[in-house]
């Protein structure tokens, strides 16, 4: 693996981006960290991570804020990922002594689920969740093994906050707007003078990873209809310009949400070809599903392509449920199963 850092680019009047590019065959990834700079103060977002990568990427852009007399006041994290917040103790630490590292509160789960077994206490109860949704016992033992426990996220610098929060930096406002579905806290920051929305993992541009909203023992049921309800209200926004966790500026945001959208459509009408009158089971359902472009089964996933594409196949199930199309029941041995709704 190969990390390379971006020098400090200002990809907006007052905004500057850097980041880190993570190249490791076959994928290639950039994430994003940007600083708001105002009058006398800046406003960090993300901070961009690799394993193996050095904060310079951060050095520079609190150098940038310095030259500018604006240095950081204030530090916004759209979501818990490693990749994301893997620095959030480092630009903590640099914050003036009444500061704090935003996070939205329902974002707690996910940091929780960090350093455990997705929200389960250890591997038993991992093995135990995924045989309770129809995996065999051989099958559940090897799929816990492609998501194993992270570190821990400190959480000493963070300060929890909430939907419609203002965060007010050198002249300049931005409000924080709750799109879940990535994460259960995942939130955007839209500044409405200028029409500019750093949108983290919720909207990412064509060939820059995919925002999987998936199931997990720490979320919801059905964080498909969250996220399709936080697009949706993202659409009735003035947006501009959609500044995204990884990759380029997007300055078509009406597109890129209606593509969104389309997306979680298409997987979700999906599941309609495997599913019929017999009760299946999550396991089953995503066994007769294909992957990676229907170029692969299920079973020929490897490492935690397995485990996310069994955590999307429940949000499929999670979503039709609640649009009325897919009924679950118990089978004999407790384990939920599904059919078409008649
Ligand atoms: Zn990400």
Same mark, same amino acid.
């Given at each position: 693996?190969?990390?390379? %850092?971006?020098? !400090? /680019? &200002?990809?907006?009047?007052?905004i500057?981006? @850097?980041?880190?590019?993570?190249?490791?065959? =076959?994928?290639?990834?950039?994430?994003?960290?940007y600083a708001v700079?105002?009058?006398?103060?800046?406003l960090f977002i993300d901070?961009?991570?690799?394993?193996?990568?050095?904060?310079?990427?951060?050095?520079?852009?609190?150098?940038?804020?310095?030259?500018?007399?604006?240095?950081?006041?204030e530090v916004f994290i759209t979501h818990?990922?490693?990749?994301?917040?893997?620095?959030?103790?480092?630009?903590?630490?640099?914050?003036?002594?009444?500061?704090?590292?935003r996070l939205h509160?329902?974002?707690?789960?996910?940091?929780?689920?960090?350093?455990?077994?997705?929200?389960?206490?250890?591997?038993?109860?991992?093995?135990?969740?995924?045989?309770? %949704?129809?995996? !065999? /016992? &051989?099958?559940?033992?090897?799929?816990?093994? @492609?998501?194993?426990?992270?570190?821990?996220? =400190?959480?000493?610098?963070?300060?929890?906050c909430?939907d419609g929060e203002i965060v007010t930096v050198?002249?300049r406002s931005l409000r924080v707007v709750g799109t879940?579905?990535?994460?259960?806290?995942h939130a955007s920051l839209f500044e409405e003078?200028t029409g500019v929305l750093f949108c983290g993992?919720a909207?990412?541009?064509?060939?820059?990873?995919?925002?999987?909203?998936?199931?997990?023992?720490?979320?919801?049921?059905?964080?498909?209809?969250?996220?399709?309800?936080?697009?949706?209200?993202l659409?009735?926004l003035?947006v501009?310009?959609c500044l995204p966790g990884?990759?380029?500026?997007?300055?078509?945001?009406?597109?890129?949400?209606?593509?969104? %959208?389309?997306?979680?459509?298409?997987?979700?009408?999906?599941?309609?070809?495997?599913?019929?009158?017999?009760?299946?089971?999550?396991?089953?359902?995503?066994?007769?599903?294909?992957?990676?472009?229907?170029?692969?089964?299920?079973?020929?996933?490897?490492?935690?392509?397995?485990?996310?594409?069994?955590?999307?196949?429940?949000?499929?199930?999670?979503?039709?449920?609640?649009?009325?199309?897919?009924?679950?029941?118990?089978?004999?041995?407790?384990?939920?199963?599904?059919?078409?709704?008649?």
């Open positions: 693996m190969v990390a390379e %850092l971006h020098e !400090p /680019e &200002e990809v907006l009047p007052g500057w981006r @850097t980041g880190a590019e993570m190249i490791s065959t =076959p994928y290639r990834i950039s994430t994003n960290a700079v105002g009058h006398g103060e800046s901070t961009a991570w690799w394993m193996g990568v050095a904060t310079t990427h951060l050095d520079a852009l609190l150098d940038v804020a310095r030259r500018k007399r604006a240095p950081m006041s818990a990922h490693r990749d994301h917040s893997g620095f959030t103790d480092y630009l903590g630490a640099r914050l003036p002594a009444d500061g704090g590292v509160r329902a974002e707690q789960p996910t940091v929780a689920a960090m350093s455990d077994y997705q929200g389960l206490p250890d591997r038993a109860s991992a093995v135990d969740w995924y045989r309770g %949704l129809g995996f !065999p /016992e &051989e099958t559940a033992d090897a799929i816990v093994d @492609t998501k194993m426990p992270d570190l821990p996220m =400190p959480t000493e610098s963070i300060r929890w909430d050198g002249g879940p579905g990535h994460t259960p806290g003078a993992d909207l990412l541009p064509r060939g820059h990873g995919n925002p999987h909203v998936t199931v997990r023992p720490f979320t919801a049921p059905d964080p498909l209809t969250d996220y399709v309800r936080g697009l949706t209200a659409g009735e003035d501009r310009v990884h990759g380029p500026a997007v300055d078509d945001p009406t597109s890129l949400i209606r593509a969104h %959208l389309d997306y979680v459509d298409a997987k979700v009408s999906s599941l309609r070809d495997v599913l019929d009158d017999r009760p299946s089971s999550a396991f089953e359902l995503a066994s007769r599903l294909r992957w990676r472009g229907g170029r692969k089964s299920f079973t020929e996933l490897v490492n935690d392509e397995w485990f996310l594409a069994f955590a999307d196949t429940l949000a499929r199930i999670g979503r039709a449920v609640t649009l009325g199309w897919a009924r679950r029941e118990l089978r004999d041995d407790g384990v939920p199963v599904y059919a078409v709704a008649r």
